[in-house]
């Protein structure tokens, strides 16, 4: 559990986290008013402008794996027309976020604590490297390839990610690649690679049925 000390931390994190968003470039298009309403809400008080689905992480123990809390439009509908949003990213020792892009938004990331590899490939398929310590920020711009690699075997990382988006969307590469039903002769002529490497891949990749 979360000492008091820690839980202070956070908070003072979780401030600088907020701030961000206003240098985040804004991705959805402007709304006509105040804010938008879903059409199953029928009143509006403070509890819509209220999100509290990050309270669990004030209590929260050390990760296990790779894990993100995200407060997006889908999880806080006032956010829809804002053009933004954020997510909590915790990585257990030696965990990956594994290659994936926003579409429609870009993402600055404040690491809190722990270090992080961090990389970001350009359209001219160049890759941006960086390994970040605490306190430090990186912006991965809308679109582009990106990933972040603890690579401390002993210890955790915590970030905030902030988005000019609402619904920022995000495309994971193996995901996409791998469980989607694209043919495995195509993958395998894509890769060079055989079409049992690729069976291969894709069985480590599908997730386990219920």
Known sequence: ????????EFF???VLALSVFQMTSAGDP??????????????????FFTFTGMRALISMDLPTAFKVTKASAAEFPALNGQSV??????YSAGSVSPPHAHPRASELLF?????LEVGVVDTAN???????????????PKGLVHYQYNANAMDIAIAFSAFGSASAGTVSLPSSVFTTGIDSGILAKSFKRTVSA????????TPPKA
């Open 1 to 8: 559990m979360a000492s008091p000390a820690s839980k202070h």
């Open 12 to 14: 003072i994190a979780l």
């Open 30 to 47: 402007d709304i006509t008013s105040d804010f938008v309403v879903p059409p199953n809400v029928t009143a509006v008080d403070g509890n």
């Open 85 to 90: 949003s954020m997510a909590v990213l915790e």
């Open 111 to 115: 690491l809190l604590y722990g270090s």
């Open 126 to 140: 160049k890759l941006f490297t960086q390994t970040l310590q605490s306190g430090d920020m990186f912006i991965f």
């Open 198 to 205: 690729i069976e291969a891949l894709k069985l480590g990749l």
